[in-house]
């Protein structure tokens, strides 16, 4: 299993979402518990539900890789990561079980209250890497999980420009600067689109500004 400690200065602030993105859960399993795969998560939840805690999340887990979001580098620091077995983009992406909703949300309120993590801190790995990852997915409903991810924002609403949106979503500065067309990209699997494009809609601003304020 790999592992690091955390620094006393990188305290758990975030909680990861991904997928395993293996055609089955003995595959996933095995990878997050072989040092030789430089990976690993703190919770594995199958299509059954099961939850499976692989590393105890006061554990730095290896499974944000390179990473940014707010102000933040490096969000294995700061983070608790939580696979859902699917078989993902490359193998033949599925649905969520009603069941794995039932069981990240019971995991996301024991974690929220024991580590004090505000629902806007409950990110997709798409959103700290929207350059490289696209999991959980356009197929993972936020609207399944018991939180109000944007609830708190304490931005007056007003005319934002798209770079603003990104802003206020939570992308970093750097990655907004270097990688637009990719955030853009990660917002659109958020709003659960089909066509995810870089195409700039109307449709979409409304999209994605009624994701931030309402």
């Not at 999340?57 to 696979?83: C, F, M, Q, R, V």
């Not at 490359?90 to 024991?114: A, P």
């Not at 993590?117 to 609207?143: A, M, T, V, W």
């Not at 018991?146 to 990655?175: A, E, M, T, V």
Request: glycine share 4%; net charge positive.
């Amino acid at each position: 299993m790999n592992y690091s400690f955390r620094k006393k200065n990188k305290t758990v602030k975030y909680i990861v979402i991904h997928y395993t993105g293996m055609k089955n859960l003995k595959d996933a399993y095995l990878k997050l518990n072989d040092f030789n795969s430089k990976v690993s998560i703190h919770y594995l939840i199958s299509r059954k539900g099961e939850i499976y805690n692989l590393l105890c999340p006061g554990l730095k887990a290896w499974h944000a890789g390179e990473s940014k979001w707010k102000n933040h580098t490096n969000i294995n620091d700061y983070s608790i990561g939580i696979e859902l077995e699917n078989k993902g983009h490359d193998h033949g992406y599925e649905n969520f079980t009603k069941k794995q909703y039932h069981s990240i949300n019971n995991l996301i309120k024991f974690l929220s209250f024991n580590f004090h993590i505000q629902h806007n801190d409950i990110i997709f790995h798409s959103d700290i890497s929207p350059n490289r990852k696209k999991d959980p997915g356009e197929k993972f409903y936020l609207n399944k999980l018991k939180i109000k991810r944007f609830r708190y924002l304490s931005y007056k609403k007003k005319n934002y420009s798209i770079i603003d949106l990104l802003k206020i979503y939570g992308f970093n500065k750097n990655y907004i600067k270097r990688f637009e067309k990719k955030c853009i990209l990660s917002v659109k699997i958020t709003l659960n689109y089909k066509k995810i494009n870089t195409y700039l809609s109307k449709k979409f601003y409304f999209d994605f500004y009624n994701l931030l304020f309402k």
